[in-house]
Structure formats: C-alpha cells, structure tokens
C-alpha cells in the first residue's frame, strides 16, 4: 500500500469520525430545539420527513455525479451543504425557511450517516484496499462513526445541560449547539480538499460506451433488487431515529438532556463494537448471513423496549439492541461494493442510498403523529421491529446464492 493511500485512508476515516460527531452532538438535541421553537410533533415530524426528502434528491445528484465528474468535489460540496443547515437552523424559527433548509441541506435527525458521504467514501476505500479486507475496512470505518456519533451525542447533550445550569434559556442552550455542526462542516471542506485523485473512479475502457442509467450499466439489476430491499428497512428503521427516542424518553420517563447523551453515548459505543464483530462472524458464516442471523434478535429487543415498565428496564432493552443491531451494516456496505464493478461504486452506494432515504422519507412525520397520542407512544417501536424482521427474511431468501467475490 502506497504512502499516498494510507494518507487517504487516514483522511477518510478522519472525515467520517468529525462527521459522526457532528450527527450524535446534534441528534440528541434537535427535536427539542425544535419544541422550544414553538413546532408540534405533528410539524417536527413532517419536518424531519421532508429532511430525508430533501437528502434523497441531493443525494441522488451527488452520488450518480461522483464517479464522472469527481468524487472530491462532490464531498466538498455535501460539506458545504452542511455549513448552510447548520447556521439557518441556528437562526431561524420560521418554518417555511426550516423546511426549505431541510430540503436543500444535510442534516441528520438520527444521529446516522445522511448525505452522499458514506457513499462516495466507501467507493474510495474499496479501492483503496484488497477485496478480503474489505470488510474488515468497513467495520473499522463504522466503529470509528458509532465511537464519533457515541461521544457527540454525550456532548451536546451535555453542553445544553452545563449551559441550561449556567442560566443559559433551553433555547440558546440548544442553539450553541448547532453552531457547533455549522464549524464541524466547514472543517469537513478543509480536509476533503486535502485528499488526492487516488479516491477518484477508475476509468474502465469496456465501460465508456456502455449506456448507464444513475450512473449504472452492467450492475443495474442487483441494485435495484438491493435498493427496494433497503427502502423497507430504512423505513422501519426512521419510525425510530435517534432524536425522536431521545423525545420518547423525556416524554415517557423525564429524562433530560445530559442524562439522554449519556443513554446514546453507550448506545453507540455498543453499536460500535457491534459492527467490528461484523467481520469476524462474516468471515465465518458469510455475508449475508452475518447480515440476517444477527439482525432478527435486535428487532426482537426494539419491539419490547416499549413494554418495559421503568426507565432501567427500558435502557436496558435498547443497549442490548445496540449491542448487535449495527452488524448488519458493514457487512451490508461491503456486500453492495462486492457485486459492483469498480467504476459503479459510487453510483451504487448512492442509489441504495437514496432508496434508504426514500423509504424513511415518510417514517418521522408517523411517528410524530403517534407519539401525539399517549395511547400508541410505543407503536414506532413494534412496527419498525416488526418491517425490519420481514426485510430479513426476504433479503435472505433473495441473495442468500449470491456470493461476494472472497466467498467464492
């Protein structure tokens, strides 16, 4: 491995962990800022939904554009994007403006990867590394996201905390901390500039007179099987996003701010450890069913966290979620790079992506809804469960025979 990919790697890593912090420092915040603003579940729901509307289109652009006209360019401009959501977030209550910004910009509700980052930045690394590490790459590069989003979300909850104590209003409290993801985008643009044209697409001579469609051509098929797949699963899993659990638990238990950075800190770091083990199993049952066999019992965990009677039970109940619920993920990013041809990985990434997206578009505007009527608070929590155990089943019995290029 070359000096000039190791410095690559470094900075993509890099990228990814100041990223995540910014998603976790944010997350656990936002829905409460938004109440303090004066918004009612009903409109912070649709809000958010129109957020993952917003990332699906720009994401699409971005992603589909990465490998033709430059991968670093487009990971400058999703940083700018970020720069501009932060810093109108911070300053407006207006919601037309709110909604407009959330359609244009990039910025994370979950505490998850939003954006066409993780795109394009696992395009690179699966170029920048051999095929039987691949896997392993992913499962550091995810561990590194949850320690990052982990520690955000313990800070900024935190930091509104000390500020709130400090006889700082809720309002600024939350406000400061939105100031501090506008300056995580803009540190984001610095280093995306330092990287080199190693990161960029190979150009491949069969593929230059192939017709493409999202910057596809011979592996259009298994993409688009993988996306619908995807769309389910994304749809279950933003009945459940970060900040709206953060909201459930102040509702249902009075848990503040500090006390819920604290809740997701270990959340996250478990999720962390959770995607390392990833590539251990893989390596031992495969792909897919490292993606499937851990995934069904961290459903099981999401449907009961609602019928648990106290707060301990309950945060118990999501930890052990936690603990195995992010092993499908390096595996399912690894698997997508591994059926791909190389100048197709961006594209890919981005068109799953946007599936993702598209199918959580609508997920937060219900859950708004729900959580508006004390009866059904913990219906997000059965029904995510519930989908994301059918896309198990099915995404099993659908790819289970198709085999990445290390198992075969």
């Known amino acids: 491995m070359t000096t000039a990919y190791k410095r690559d790697i470094l900075l993509l890593f890099t990228t990814r962990v100041i990223r995540m912090f910014g998603y ?34 720009i994401t699409l652009w971005i992603t589909t554009s990465a490998d033709r006209m430059g991968r670093r360019w487009m990971l400058v401009i999703g940083a700018g994007l970020t720069i501009i959501s932060g ?19 990039v ?94 697409a190979p150009k491949l001579a069969e593929a230059s007179s192939t017709p493409r469609t999202l910057g596809l051509h011979k592996s259009r098929a298994v993409v688009y099987r993988l996306s619908s797949l995807f769309a389910l699963d994304a749809f279950a899993g933003a009945l459940v996003v970060q900040s709206m ?27 962390g450890f959770s995607a390392l083990s990833a ?16 995934h069904i019992p961290s459903n099981i965990l999401l449907i ?33 790079m591994a059926v791909v041809s190389p100048d197709e990985r961006s594209a890919a990434m981005g068109v799953t992506s ?14 708004g809804q729900l959580l508006a009527i004390t009866g059904l608070m913990g219906a997000p929590f059965v029904i995510a469960g519930s989908l994301k155990i059918v896309y198990d089943v099915l995404i099993w019995r659908g790819f289970r025979a198709i085999k990445p290029p290390e198992e075969k």
């Not at 810093?87 to 910009?105: E, K, P, Q, R």
């Not at 909201?247 to 848990?255: D, L, M």
């Not at 946007?354 to 859950?367: H, N």
Request: charged share 10%; no cysteine; proline share 4%.
């Open 354 to 367: 946007i599936a993702r997206s598209v199918g959580a578009m609508l997920s937060p505007a219900i859950t």
């Open 107 to 200: 910025i994370s509700p979950s505490g998850n990867e939003i954006g066409p980052f993780l795109s394009i930045e696992q395009a690179s690394l699966s170029q920048l590394v051999p095929d039987n590490k691949r896997t392993q790459t992913f499962a550091w590069y995810n561990l590194a996201g949850s320690f990052a989003t982990a520690t955000g979300a313990l800070v900024g909850g935190a930091l509104a905390q000390l500020l709130q104590g400090r006889g700082v209003t809720p309002l600024d409290s939350y406000r400061v901390v939105l100031m501090g993801y506008t300056l995580i985008g803009v540190l984001l643009v610095v280093l995306f500039l330092l990287l080199s044209r190693s990161v960029e």
């Open 24 to 57: 976790g420092f944010l997350s656990v915040v936002l829905v409460l800022y938004l109440a303090t603003r004066g918004l009612s579940e009903g409109e912070i729901g649709l809000l958010l939904t129109l957020t993952l509307a917003g990332d699906a289109a």
């Open 87 to 105: 810093l109108i977030f911070s300053l407006t209550g207006n919601y037309i403006l709110l909604v407009a910004t959330a359609i244009i910009g």
């Open 279 to 294: 590539a251990w199993i893989a390596k031992r049952i495969g792909l897919i069913n490292t993606m499937v066999y851990t």
């Open 245 to 271: 659990v953060a909201y459930w638990f102040n509702i249902k238990f009075g848990v503040q701010p500090a006390v819920l950075g604290a809740i997701f800190f270990g959340a996250n770091i478990l999720a």
């Open 304 to 336: 009961l966290v609602p019928f648990m009677p106290t707060l301990p039970l309950a945060v118990l109940a999501l930890l052990l979620r936690f603990s195995i619920s992010q092993m499908d993920v390096p595996t399912r990013q690894s698997y997508t």
